[in-house]
């Protein structure tokens, strides 16, 4: 074979993109590019809200609670889950260091402190580039909640 039709079966190879050190430290990131979490698993609670008018209010504040714990850099991420049968009902993730900071942010949540739902929290250690979500979701969002 010639030099040409090697080079045209050999498989593509793609550049890593160059270290971003301001990006690493924007996001927390360590050498590997990750970082300390906590997972919040949101279950269903004791305390079913029925009441329509109260229940519209708590889950608007639940909504206003993720925006302002997102605006502050604390949430990385959240969003309920789609198994409407299911006891897990949404996640949040927390850039935090700990639980106890975690469960200090979730009790300002009116579904927590309605008994609507309840939490499990786990330590996770993610892609620091999970901090991004946020600013990404502005820009494909055409609407908020």
Known sequence: ATPLAVAQDAPAQTAKPAFDA???KKTGA???GMRSYVLVIL???PTRVNDPAERKAMFAGHMAN???LSKEG???LAGPFGDKDGDWRGLFVFAVEDIEAAKALVAT?????KGEMVADYHAWYGSAATMLIAELHDKVAKQSF
């Open 30 to 32: 360590d050498d590997y």
């Open 74 to 76: 604390k949430l990385a």
């Open 109 to 113: 949540d009116p579904v927590i402190i």
């Open 43 to 45: 279950r269903t609670g």
């Open 22 to 24: 301001e990006l690493a």
């Open 66 to 68: 993720i925006q302002r």
